[in-house]
């Protein structure tokens, strides 16, 4: 099982980007997705998080700005973010609590992460 993160890039502020987070591999079930970022010098935060009935929750800082969805058929997540700003510059992971096929044990995965840089 693994978790592949893209989408990362480089834009001005006020600009949008859009990071997806496909799993791959024997899934039997995705249970919550979620989005975590770490800038230079800094913790790695949680930012958004999604659970298998489609219910979100976010950090303030990124409210109304960022939504995160998921295609259940694709095994995939996305973040759609807009009107970015430099203080969101930070490389972004996604997360995953996975249950393999012909396991009973749900573990939690995590994708590689991709560069979002926001330039002012």
């Known amino acids: 099982v693994q978790l592949q993160a893209s989408g990362g890039g480089l834009v001005q502020a006020g600009e949008s980007l859009r990071l997806s987070c496909a799993g791959s591999?024997?899934?039997?079930?995705?249970?919550?997705m979620g989005w975590y970022r770490q800038a230079p010098g800094k913790q790695r935060e949680f930012v958004a998080r999604i659970s298998i009935g489609g219910t979100a929750n976010y950090r303030d800082s990124v409210k109304g700005r960022f939504t995160i969805s998921r295609d259940n058929g694709k095994n995939t997540g996305y973040l759609q973010m807009n009107n970015l700003k430099p203080e969101d510059t930070a490389v972004y992971y996604c997360?995953?609590?996975?249950?393999?096929?012909?396991?009973?044990?749900?573990?939690?995965?995590w994708g590689q992460g991709t560069q979002v840089t926001v330039s002012s």
């Open positions: 591999g024997s899934i039997s079930s995705i249970y919550d």
């Open positions: 997360r995953a609590d996975i249950q393999p096929i012909l396991s009973r044990v749900t573990g939690t995965y």
